[in-house]
């Protein structure tokens, strides 16, 4: 069953035809990569896939939703339930812990504190950083604040992880090490990745590579 299908997505800035008609399916649980020269629009397909922002043209379902139909308010609050993000710089809040930043999203849903931590807790274990998470973003190494990343994109149990150059900001151990951890987070949680990455390892890695070419995949 296809968690994700996309038809004819196009997006221009200005004169810029970025998207050029993209019509995608990905299955639940599928690893999918997605590679191409630097702009070709890796990057606006996935903001557009993870509803960051919209086409100009087209049509997307996720878990069932036709996503582009939802107001502004309704699609903000369908993606911190349906959807996480990893991004290559870890954007995350330098006056929190550990703990405290992977648990935002949650508090952002509703979640009381207790819950929030026994999950965030949870998930740090599994990502093995649980000994680090009374430590600020800047005590903690580039591997562990990524993995700390990936917990707050888990919290709230997502259909889909979007992860944008997850790696590229990674010794070489540390993107080994992540690269394997998208495999048994999909194990252990059931998970959906799409990946944009410049990464030749990473990508050949995924289930399926696709690479979008002059708007086009």
Request: proline share 3%; charged share 25%; hydrophobic share 40%.
């Amino acid at each position: 069953m296809a968690i994700i299908e996309a038809k004819g997505l196009e997006k221009s800035y200005g004169e810029l035809k970025v998207l050029k008609g993209i019509d995608l399916a990905i299955a639940e649980k599928e690893i999918v990569s997605i590679v191409g020269a630097s702009g070709a629009g890796k990057t606006t397909l996935l903001q557009i896939l993870g509803t960051l922002d919209r086409p100009d043209q087209g049509k997307m379902s996720i878990a069932g939703t036709d996503v582009f139909s939802l107001s502004d308010r309704k699609m903000s609050k369908f993606r911190n339930e349906q959807i996480g993000f990893i991004f290559q710089f870890h954007q995350l809040l330098p006056e929190f812990s550990a703990l405290e930043n992977a648990c935002l999203p949650a508090f952002i849903n509703g979640k009381t504190r207790t819950e929030a931590e026994t999950r965030a807790k949870e998930i740090l274990a599994f990502l093995k950083v649980d000994h680090r998470m009374e430590h600020k973003p800047n005590e903690l190494s580039g591997g562990e604040q990524q993995r700390v990343a990936v917990a707050r994109a888990l919290i709230n149990n997502p259909s889909v992880v979007f992860a944008d150059e997850p790696s590229g900001n990674l010794d070489s151990k540390n993107a080994d090490d992540l690269h394997k951890l998208f495999f048994d987070l999909r194990d252990q949680f059931g998970q959906t990745f799409v990946i944009v990455t410049h990464n030749r390892a990473l990508a050949d890695m995924a289930d399926r590579k696709l690479e979008i070419v002059d708007g086009h995949l």
